[in-house]
């Protein structure tokens, strides 16, 4: 016989049956309406961070250009302060040059001064004297010496400034290349977009990378760059004029002086060639009054050996007429005369013999003077030579190197050009 076989489980009670199914109506509704209102959070949230991200990219994408603006201003800025460097370092570095050419220039005009003096050196005797010739020299050496000293300083003073500018420069090179290199990844960061191929996640791009800078502390170092270019320039500008100015100023204290050097020299000159007329002038009177003196010894000489014939025949005749006879030994006037002739002869011879010693003596005196009269001669016509060899020398201070050609030979003491009769005389006595 069969037997009925009960599952052994809990058994619920029909109204639990109908709680359940209730509950799950009612929570199937809850879940719904979670759902629902989950949707239209969704739809809320998606509709906000979609404007939010268009808003947002639209935004940075203003920045990034607004960014590149500013960033090409400063280029801009930047580049036209390297063109004004470039040129203020060029206009400076002539500047330079043409310092140092004047500086170099000035050389000769102090060789010349120096030749000079050396030159005068050589005078002799009484003409070795401190003239204004010679203070002028040594005053146109000091003057030379100031502008070169003057130039020098300038020329140090431009290098230190090329020095900084070409500093100022590689800064502001360095500066602009930084600036190029930004807008470059700017504007590549600006030409992005949702659909560029080359965009993808980074690993922590928010970081803040070593080295980073404040905008305010970016926007100082561009403008202290540029300031500084700015004061550099300024200063160089300032140097240039200056230097022009002390060129200015050497050359024309420079030309001064040498117009007063030579308007010595020829004051001089002109005061050799005066005292050297003059000496040639009492150099003739004392040839000829030493001729005139010469031929009135001989007459003397010729007076006085005819006297003594003249005292010799009294002599003899005063002699013979001792060995008269007898009383015929009288003193007559025959004797009385041939006495007073013979007294008078004696006189005679000594006051001749006195007189030619005399004019002897103004003969020697006379050839003395002569001589130093000739000697001061050739001394004034060798200082005279030697100054118009300074002044042939100083030549090469006012005609080109290439068309200058000596006019006085120093050494084999010769001239290349037609002098005046009176520097000709100079040039014999030499």
Sequence with gaps: MATLSVKPSRRFQLP?????????????QLQRDASHQIRQEARVLRNETNNQTIWDEHDNRTRLVERIDTVNRWKEMLDKCLTDLDAEIDALTQMKESAEQNLQAKNLPLDVAIECLTLRESR????????????????????IEATKKALQQKVSQAFEQLCLLQEVQQQLNSDHRGKMETLEVDRGCLSLNLRSPNISL?????RVPDGSTTLQQWDD???????????E???????????ALTIAETNNELEAQRVATEFAFRKRLREMEKVYSELKWQEKNTLEEIAELQEDIRHLEEDLRTKLLSLKLSHTRLEARTYRPNVELCRDQAQYGLTDEVHQLEAT?????????????????????????????ACKADSMLLDTKCMDTRRKLTVP????????????????????????????LA
């Design 202 to 206: 980074k690993v922590d791009p928010t």
């Design 401 to 428: 190197a290439e068309r200058f050609v000596p006019e006085v030979d120093t050494f084999t003491r010769t001239t290349n050009s037609t002098l005046s009769p009176l520097k000709s005389c100079q040039l014999e």
């Design 233 to 243: 320039m300024k200063a160089a500008t300032e140097l240039r004029e200056a230097t």
């Design 349 to 377: 011879i000594a006051a001749l013999k006195q007189k030619l010693a005399q004019a002897q003596d103004a003969l020697d005196a006379l050839c003395k003077h002569l001589a130093r009269l000739q000697a001061d001669i």
């Design 16 to 28: 639990d049956w109908h709680t359940n199914s209730y509950l799950l109506s009612t929570n199937a």
């Design 221 to 231: 170092f561009s403008r202290f760059n540029k300031d500084r270019a700015e004061a």
């Design 124 to 143: 002799r005797d009484i003409d070795v004297v401190k003239d204004p010739v010679e203070d002028e020299l040594h005053k146109e050496v000091e003057v």
